[in-house]
Every structure is written in structure tokens, then in C-alpha cells.
């Protein structure tokens, strides 16, 4: 029974070593922080093939980034939307909006009161009878990350759609059709 326990404690006392190197070794590479891709930070996703590759501007914070390949998580339509006026399930595409405005980043509705949704006002680019631009607003899911690349560097980016203030896209239609990688 002793040389059990004793065996229980060179165990436990290796484990313990082990997962304090690992957490000093981890700790050493990225300089005592914490790092910047964990559970919560949107991850980058490459434009799907045979997606149309948009240009745009993502504003962040103030601060204007000028980005193609923009997507949804590598697609570039978005489904899931909601509305607080219609009991439908809506699909976005990039292609029919010139801009999206974040409104309300937590946003309680009373129609979907058990799902997590951000307010979106959502510009498309087809313009009224009139002929002046019409805004939607709608519930978009909390969580939808988009992707893009720099313009200039082609430096990969991904954000949460709810923490940034503004997508703009330039240009309705595609400039580039991606047919292979």
C-alpha cells in the first residue's frame, strides 16, 4: 500500500513539474502576455473558391482600412439574419450591399428575446422608386466574424462584426472572380 502511494505521489509531483515548465515556456514565448488568438478572438478565413473577391473599407475604432476578399467566415453570403418586422430568416450577400453600420452591439429583441443578436443598419444598393437609398435594420447573430485582406500588404484580418463600426463596400460588383488558389 505504501509503495502505491509513494508511486501516486512521483506521479502527482511530475505532473505538477511538467505543467509548470509548459506554463513558464509558453509564458517566455509570448513575451509574459496573454495571447491574442484564444477562444475569443475571430481567426482569419480565406475567401472560399469560386467566391467573387470584394473591395471595401472596414472602419475599426476610427481607423480606415482599406481590404478585398471580404467575407463571412470565408463565404460571401451571410444567412441567419433576422428582422424585428417579419418572422423570416434572411440571406445577405455582398453583393447586394454598399454598406453595413453597427447600431447596437448587444442588442435584447422582443420578437427573438432568446437569441444573441447585434442591430445592423444595412444600405443596399438597390435604391428606392424614388431613387434615394433605403436602410434596413436588422438582427444579424452576435457572433459573425468577417475576414479581408489588406489592400496594400495583403496582411490577413479577421474581426467580429460586432466591433467594428462600419463595412463599406466600394464597389457593388466584383473585381476579381476567384476560380482557383
Known amino acids: 500500500m505504501k509503495a502505491q502511494s509513494s508511486a501516486w505521489s512521483r506521479m502527482f509531483g ?6 509548470l515548465a509548459l506554463s513558464s515556456t509558453a509564458s517566455a514565448m509570448t513575451g509574459g502576455k496573454e495571447g491574442t488568438n484564444g477562444p475569443d478572438a475571430p481567426a ?3 475567401l472560399e473558391r469560386n467566391q467573387p ?13 482599406r481590404v478585398k476578399d471580404i467575407s463571412f467566415t470565408g463565404n460571401i453570403k451571410l444567412g441567419g439574419i433576422r428582422s424585428e418586422t417579419s418572422d423570416s430568416s434572411i440571406t445577405l450577400s455582398l453583393d447586394q450591399i454598399l454598406k453595413l453600420e453597427i447600431v447596437n452591439t448587444i442588442y435584447t429583441s422582443k420578437k427573438f428575446p432568446n437569441q444573441e443578436f447585434i442591430l445592423v443598419n444595412v444600405v443596399p444598393k438597390r435604391k428606392t422608386k424614388a431613387g434615394t437609398e433605403m436602410t434596413m435594420a436588422l438582427l444579424i447573430p452576435r457572433n459573425v466574424q468577417i ?5 496594400d500588404t495583403d496582411i490577413e484580418h479577421a474581426w467580429w462584426l460586432r466591433e467594428i463600426s462600419k463595412l ?10 476567384r476560380e482557383v488558389d
Open 168 to 177: 463599406i463596400i466600394d464597389d457593388p460588383q466584383p473585381l476579381i472572380k
Open 147 to 151: 475576414s479581408a485582406k489588406d489592400v
Open 44 to 46: 482569419f478565413v480565406k
Open 14 to 19: 511530475y505532473l505538477l513539474i511538467s505543467s
Open 53 to 65: 473577391s470584394y473591395v471595401g473599407t472596414v472602419i475599426d475604432d476610427g481607423t480606415k482600412l
